[in-house]
């Protein structure tokens, strides 16, 4: 069984920093992109950063330049560092990463169970 596991949340007044980390665990031969979405009450779920096997990253017209998306290939680990926080920043961030189990497998999409990051003014 594979599992995305999210951690960093929290509270945090505005202009402050915040760090995700998303860890895959479980049965897994390679991971192709990672990436975070957030969700904001009473909003669509947003695409925030993604980042390839290769390092390629793009990120959401929102948070360009205070927002970078990192990965370890070697800890199965992608990160975001959140500077300059907004209150609209407020939301459950999910990670999300797609994944191939085993080498005859297809790639599949998988989520984390999100986490909640809040801004305060």
């Known amino acids: 069984q594979l599992q995305l596991v999210e951690s960093g949340g929290g509270l945090v007044q505005s202009g402050g920093s915040l760090r995700l980390s998303c860890t895959a665990s479980?049965?897994?031969?390679?991971?192709?992109?990672m990436g975070w979405y957030r969700q904001g009450p009473g909003k669509q779920r947003e695409l925030v950063a993604r980042?390839?096997?290769?390092?390629?990253?793009n990120y959401a017209d929102s948070v360009k330049g205070r927002f970078t998306i990192s990965r370890d290939n070697a800890k199965n680990t992608a990160y975001l560092q959140m500077n300059s926080l907004k209150p609209e920043d407020t939301a459950v961030y999910y990670c999300?990463?797609?994944?191939?189990?085993?080498?005859?497998?297809?790639?599949?999409?998988?989520w984390g169970q999100g986490t909640q990051v809040t801004v305060s003014s």
């Open positions: 479980g049965s897994i031969f390679s991971i192709n992109a």
């Open positions: 999300n990463a797609g994944v191939r189990r085993m080498i005859w497998e297809d790639i599949e999409d998988y």
């Open positions: 980042i390839t096997s290769g390092g390629s990253t």
